[in-house]
């Protein structure tokens, strides 16, 4: 079998040497290197292929296939990574491609390079819950990996502009902002709750909270005045 195996790869071979650019050739190829665990064989035809085909969405599927093999093959981590990244950047709609590079990007803690792939899934996202999801999963990189408060405070106003009752977002800004003391705009955040919870004891609350900030960290006595005479109405 191993002979049979060699000879048919031996023609193939010398077929490719006339055409050197024949993706059936090459395919064939690659299969009887995958079917023998060939993988470093695999490897250099894949990159064949790549070099070969023109249209991204022929050439991305190659691209996953090869950094999927460089990944969990061969274990060359390192060597996937620019593979999914030129696949994303053909097609950034790539599913498989994308989470395959912010897979790698975790394990390999480029965090940076994650945040900003979560920056260009938000811009193309049209579904508001998964919108909302990533907006979350980027704050948090931004604070905990990056120390970039600033820059997560901007991604939790951008999911509560989506999604104002969503309460895991709504806790992590209020308490970035409480860090920071930015009183201004933790009164806005409590105001903006305001306009839509109907709970009477959230309400009394939140307007203590609103006087109390107002009056104590930013001497703002008439916002103070009218949050306290709105808790007596």
């Known amino acids: 079998k191993l002979g049979q195996i060699d000879r048919a790869l031996l023609s193939l071979l010398q077929a490719l040497e006339h055409a050197p650019e024949d993706l059936a050739i090459l395919k064939e190829i ?10 470093d064989e695999v490897v250099k035809v894949l990159r064949r292929e790549a070099e070969v085909t023109v249209e991204p969405r022929d050439r991305v599927p190659i691209l996953h296939k090869l950094g999927t093999i460089l990944e969990d093959k061969l274990q060359l981590v390192e060597d996937a990574v620019p593979v999914f990244e030129e696949a994303v950047g053909l097609m950034p709609n790539y599913v498989p491609a994308k989470q395959a590079l912010g897979r790698l990007y975790e394990k390999t803690g480029r965090w940076s390079s994650l945040a900003d792939l979560f920056e260009m899934e938000i811009r193309l996202e049209e579904d508001p819950t998964s919108r909302v999801g990533r907006l979350l999963k980027l704050a948090e990189i931004r604070e905990t990996k990056l120390s970039q408060e600033t820059e997560a405070i901007v991604a939790l106003k951008e999911l509560l502009a989506t999604n104002p009752d969503y309460q895991p977002g709504r806790k992590s800004l209020e308490r970035l902002l409480l860090k920071r003391e930015q009183w201004a705009d933790l009164i806005e955040l409590y105001d903006q709750e305001l306009s839509f919870t109907e709970d009477r004891d959230q309400q009394i609350f939140l307007l203590n909270r609103i006087g109390l900030y107002a009056e104590e960290k930013l001497n703002a006595l008439d916002v103070a005045a009218h ?3 709105r808790v007596l109405e």
């Open 227 to 229: 949050a306290f005479e």
């Open 30 to 39: 690659e299969l009887l290197y995958e079917q023998n665990d060939r993988y």
